[in-house]
């Protein structure tokens, strides 16, 4: 089974050197590995100390790198469907070079960062896929889509592709305006389509985690607690926590960084209180910039030793389910006629930022100004929420007996 890896976090706090030793060091130790960068504002091959390309490229001995980019990406998996909105662009006069940039959608570079993980997943060339990726609210731009994607496959594209059918015999007899062809339908619904396993690899708590970086900053912290509760919204599991950038003792008994190491103390004291049994682990404030394969050998010894950095750090699923004839003991305070149970855990929030709202087979969870369609699993599909309530950071939720009708 292929291991994926997301490492996220602010701009700036390192992602892309610990990304890069992790996946270093899982090639040093046999593992076939390729670190694959989703950001934008590509620093992948700065830290490797070589130019990447849009493609997988040979570093060292089991070990690829690649740095994505989004008019490749397009090409290679949206070339029908880009084509055909350009024709319209053509159609209603605009240069073609401004067309060109206007075909790429808000979201599209998120979904083909998507399709590479899911492409690296299912050759099975690799053993782990470690990512690189974008700055915190883009990475859950990135993790929320196969989500919004299922709900525009199932609600807008049948309606669209119908009344495309319905519509074109009239409108080639009054307009010459260029009409999506079977083709691009075809290549929109196969995309969609991998949409559905793109969630699955990413959910699946055996295969996938999201690792944050942070530095020992109150922002920084802020946002790394923020992340923390959405991930927890939309169901994916953490194992580790890294704090970079931390000045060493020796710098600060110096006595020249002896207030900015008593404030770092403090912060790195919030952080156990914040991710409590997630593992921590301390990188350092170097005074060399970390560029080039020695370089990250040094991260990679300091982050992980002796350890598999493969490995799950932290074992606490996202979210578990229980029955009622197999769990009696996992029902004290809910409903009396509930049959299961789902908890969810969701760090760091109060009861009154939870709204949840049940639609068919789904379940709208709304945190603050964060919202989650969550598909229910089967078992729990066609059963009515009775009742749901937050304990300590878990979120128990209610189901009662499965409706026939």
Known sequence: MTRVILYTGKGGVGKTSISAATALRASQ?????????????????DSL???????PKKIVDNLWAQETDVYYNMEKYW????????????????????????????????????LWILEHHRTNKYDLIVVDCAPTAETFRLLSFPEAGRWWLEKIFPLSRKISGLARPILRRVSSMPLPSTEVFDTTADLMEQIENIQLVLSDPEQTSVRLVT??????????????????????????????RVLPDEVIASGYFSEQGAKQKQHLETLHEI???????????????????????KLATILFDDENPATFFHDELPFVIFTRDQNEDEFVDGPVDSESLMKLKIPLVDRDQIRLTQAAEELIIEV??????????????????????????????????????
């Open 29 to 45: 130790n046999g593992m076939r590995t390729i670190v694959l960068s989703t950001d934008s504002a590509h620093s992948l091959g």
């Open 215 to 244: 530095n020992p900053e109150r922002m920084v912290i802020k946002e790394t607690q923020r992340a923390f509760t959405q991930l927890g919204l939309y169901g994916y599991r953490a194992d580790l926590v890294i704090c970079n």
């Open 368 to 405: 603050d100004q964060y919202r989650r369609n969550m598909l229910l699993p089967r078992a729990l599909q066609q059963r009515a929420v009775l009742s749901a309530k937050l304990d300590q950071n878990i979120l128990n939720i209610w189901f009662g007996e499965k409706n026939n009708g």
């Open 275 to 297: 991710f409590g049994e997630i593992p921590i682990k301390i990188t350092p404030q170097f005074d060399h910039e970390l560029v080039g394969i020695e370089s990250l050998e």
């Open 79 to 114: 070339g029908t469907v880009q084509r055909w909105m350009e024709s319209i662009l053509a159609w209603e006069g605009f240069d073609p070079i401004l067309a060109d940039e206007m075909v790429v959608l808000p979201g599209m570079d998120e979904l083909a960062n998507l």
């Open 49 to 55: 100390d070589m130019q990447l390309g849009p493609e």
